[in-house]
């Protein structure tokens, strides 16, 4: 985060709070928020998007806190399920400013979003169309809408995380006619109000030709519509997906950068139509949060493992893992770690750190150079742990997950607070 520093002793300082100091406070793992950090890229987005809405993507991570932050700084919110509304709603979030998406959101879930009033639900098939019709009909309100599309751009990142090429579960199909047919549909539904496409790529993406090819494809049929249909959407969403640094290797796209380069794009595109240029809006969830939270663990034990050829692999015990982030053992993500507590002159060697769970692919960081001395009672520091860390944690092995600890200006504050054994027997029934 931008606020991290190591200070002369070698203890990483982030917020202005010395990681040990909030160890020792709060217990480890923990998950550190950095506020200055995450509002000054919610802000950098906000600024470089000056004339297009930016949705921060929940998904991500969200918590109250979080929702607050974005309201704060002009963001909208994109949710996905009927948990993150209830976040949004309890967070005190403007209706109006939050964008619903998801391929199979229950009759509940849409019943709520109109009832409390959401500024744009994201319809992903037909049946959902059908459903919307007939819960907005019963309410006697409008319902806004926009429409999912596959762009059947080739994404390059990770397949699971990939969602415009054809074969997958999201979106309507520009290529096949299905995209268009869908938006016919709502177009004469009068319970719904058609406010435009909506086009996500993927995620982790830093080539931005996937972004120019997606527009020239969205707006394509955006002018087809306007053509056959007569109507002018007001608005266009090119989703997610901009990548960030994880490793000194990645190379992402400044979000200043992105934005001059989209812009043109779909006013190039749309003057070439002869449309009005719709608003555009973006959805950025890992850009936002991902650099603003590291985790922060203690290490447990240490192990040499003699590998071939003489060569042996030093294996650092942290007292989390998969449970708290398992991009590594989902996507084989490449993370880094520091060691926190303390400066070290021992010499650097290969190390992987790896969780307490009882499986071997429980792995945070599969190789860093760590000094040789690392040793218990250290804490080492995984950097990047924004997004998709807390929000997709598990209790694998009933390990209660961490609290998320906010720093700002030398103090810390809970704002998800740790789970305790108590929790963890919370939803079990006892036994006869
Ligand atoms: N908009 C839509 C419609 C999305 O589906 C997503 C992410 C986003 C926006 C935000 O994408 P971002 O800017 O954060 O890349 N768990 C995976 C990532 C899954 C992304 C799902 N959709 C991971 O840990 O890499």
């Known amino acids: 985060s931008n606020t991290a520093k190591k200070n002369a002793d070698g203890a990483l300082e982030i917020g202005g709070v010395e990681l040990r100091d909030l160890v020792a406070e709060h217990g480890s793992p923990a998950y550190v928020l950095d506020e200055d950090d995450f509002r000054t890229?919610?802000?950098?987005?906000?600024?470089?998007?000056?004339?297009?809405?930016?949705?921060?993507a929940g998904k991500a991570f969200l918590c109250t806190t979080v929702v607050r932050w974005v309201m704060e700084e002009g963001l909208n919110l994109d949710i996905c399920s009927g948990g993150e509304l209830a976040v949004a709603l309890r967070a005190g979030a403007d209706?109006?400013?939050?964008?619903?998406?998801?391929?199979?959101k229950s009759e509940q879930e849409l019943a709520?979003?109109?009832?409390a009033g959401v500024g744009r639900i994201i319809v992903d098939s037909l049946f959902e169309i059908d459903r919307l019709v007939a819960l907005a009909a019963e309410r006697g309100v409008v319902a806004p809408v926009m429409v999912r599309v596959t762009a059947g751009v080739e994404a390059h990142t990770h397949e699971y995380i990939a969602t415009a090429h054809e074969d997958q579960k999201f979106g309507f199909s520009i290529t096949s006619g299905a995209a268009f047919e869908a938006v016919a549909k709502v177009n004469q539904a009068a319970e719904l109000r058609l406010l435009?496409?909506?086009?996500?790529?993927?995620s982790q993406i830093f080539d931005t030709s996937g972004f120019e090819l997606a527009a020239k494809?969205?707006?394509?049929?955006?002018?087809?519509?306007?053509?056959?249909?007569?109507?002018?959407?007001p608005e266009l969403d090119l989703g997610g997906g901009f990548g960030i640094a994880y490793t000194t290797q990645d190379d992402p796209a400044d979000p200043a950068q992105l934005a001059t380069e989209m812009g043109k794009i779909v006013e190039h595109e749309c003057r070439a139509y002869g449309v009005e240029v719709p608003r555009v809006s973006i959805e950025p969830g890992r850009a936002i949060v991902g650099p603003a939270v590291c985790t922060v663990y203690s290490v447990g034990t240490v192990k040499e493992v003699a590998l071939d050829a003489g060569a042996s692999r030093t294996y650092v015990s942290v007292d989390g893992g998969m449970s708290d982030n398992i991009r590594t053992a989902?996507?084989?993500?490449?993370?880094?770690?520091?060691?926190?507590?303390?400066?070290?002159?021992?010499?650097?060697?290969?190390?992987?750190?790896?969780?307490?769970?009882?499986?071997?692919?429980?792995?945070?960081?599969?190789?860093?150079?760590?000094?040789?001395?690392?040793?218990?009672?250290d804490l080492v520091a995984v950097p990047g742990t924004g997004a998709y860390c807390r929000s997709m944690a598990s209790n694998y092995n009933h390990v209660p997950r961490p609290p998320v600890i906010a720093v700002k200006d030398g103090r810390?504050?809970?704002?998800?607070?740790?789970?305790?054994?108590?929790?963890?027997?919370?939803?079990?029934m006892g036994a006869e």
Do not use: Q, W
């Open 41 to 56: 890229r919610a802000r950098a987005f906000r600024r470089a998007f000056k004339d297009m809405d930016v949705y921060y």
């Open 95 to 104: 209706p109006s400013r939050l964008g619903f998406h998801g391929n199979n």
């Open 112 to 115: 709520r979003a109109l009832d």
């Open 196 to 202: 435009g496409l909506h086009s996500h790529i993927g």
């Open 217 to 233: 494809r969205l707006i394509a049929l955006h002018a087809r519509v306007s053509d056959e249909l007569g109507v002018d959407m």
């Open 330 to 377: 989902l996507y084989d993500a490449d993370y880094s770690c520091t060691l926190a507590n303390r400066s070290s002159d021992a010499t650097p060697t290969l190390a992987r750190v790896v969780g307490k769970h009882c499986e071997s692919g429980d792995i945070v960081v599969k190789d860093e150079f760590l000094p040789s001395d690392v040793t218990p009672g």
């Open 412 to 428: 810390t504050r809970v704002v998800v607070r740790r789970e305790t054994e108590d929790d963890l027997l919370l939803l079990d």
